[in-house]
């Protein structure tokens, strides 16, 4: 039932003054699950991820994140409900190591710091391995998985990935989308915009396609075939 959603979204309306950016948006997302949202550039994906983590404030509509209506809130009100948003490009801050990236993400006691600290390099081995290695020297993908685990740091149950392989090479997007799979097995729910629509399908359990800020289609990713990905994506 709906009440067992961990994110239930309802008549969501966005504007950015008079410019309609969302309109009549519905959707839910089950604990521990992963949705796939694709649609064409500017059909307002990014600005759905934006409102989710109160970026931007809707004009209409509800948001519930584990039971609480989170629309409209701060961003640190929902960060602390549990909804982490991955920055745009890299996030981390190259000049400092591997470890002090990961330590400057921590709250709370010491005790609950180690346990956040020790927890993300389990989920993370190989971040454990480059502790000491400055951030700036890591590998895209890697740099990835490190703002992926410095999210992880504030034990989410959602988190937002934004083009997180976006301009990376084949091989450093298998990393990326390795490191959301662990963050799944770990029990952290994943909301994904991505330009591959393909991979984010096979990753997903879910898919929401939007169309100027409507959403033109809603189902299972098994669902989302090759036809219905080129009517409503073209020759993506
Ligand atoms: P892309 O794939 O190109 O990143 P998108 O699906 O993420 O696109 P959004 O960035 O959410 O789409 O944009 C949705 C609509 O809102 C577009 O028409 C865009 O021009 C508009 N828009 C986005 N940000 C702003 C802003 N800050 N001010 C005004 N209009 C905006």
């Known amino acids: 039932t709906s009440?067992?959603?961990?994110?239930?979204v309802r008549d969501l309306d966005?504007?950015?003054g008079p410019a309609v950016a969302l309109r009549d948006v519905s959707f839910d997302l089950p604990p521990n699950s992963a949705l796939a949202v694709l649609g064409p550039n500017g059909a307002g994906k990014s600005t759905l991820a934006r409102t989710l983590s109160g970026l931007v404030p809707p004009v209409r509509g509800?948001?519930?994140l584990d039971g609480r209506n989170i629309?409209?809130?701060s961003p640190e009100y929902i960060r602390r409900t549990g909804l982490v948003h991955l920055p745009e490009g890299r996030g981390v801050f190259a000049g400092l190591t591997?470890?002090?990236?990961l330590r400057m993400a921590t709250m709370g006691d010491r005790r609950r710091r180690t346990e956040s600290l020790n927890r993300a390099l389990e989920i993370f081995p190989v971040l454990?391995?480059?502790?000491?290695?400055?951030?700036?020297?890591?590998?895209?993908g890697e740099q990835q998985m490190l703002s992926l685990a410095r999210a992880l740091m504030v034990n989410p149950r959602l988190v937002i990935a934004d083009e997180m392989s976006l301009g990376l090479a084949p091989k450093m997007v298998d990393v990326v989308f390795e490191s959301l799979q662990r963050a799944r097995a770990a029990g952290v729910a994943v909301l994904m915009i991505e330009q591959f629509a393909t991979r984010a399908l096979d990753f997903a359990d879910r898919?929401?396609?939007?169309?100027?800020g409507r959403v033109a289609w809603t189902g299972p990713a098994d669902d989302a075939g090759s036809e219905l990905l080129h009517r409503y994506l073209g020759d993506t």
């Open 3 to 8: 009440t067992t959603d961990l994110l239930k």
């Open 98 to 101: 591997v470890l002090e990236n």
């Open 128 to 140: 454990g391995e480059r502790a000491g290695q400055a951030a700036g020297t890591l590998s895209g």
């Open 62 to 64: 509800s948001i519930e």
């Open 71 to 73: 629309a409209g809130r």
């Open 207 to 212: 898919c929401l396609i939007l169309q100027r």
């Open 14 to 16: 966005v504007q950015y």
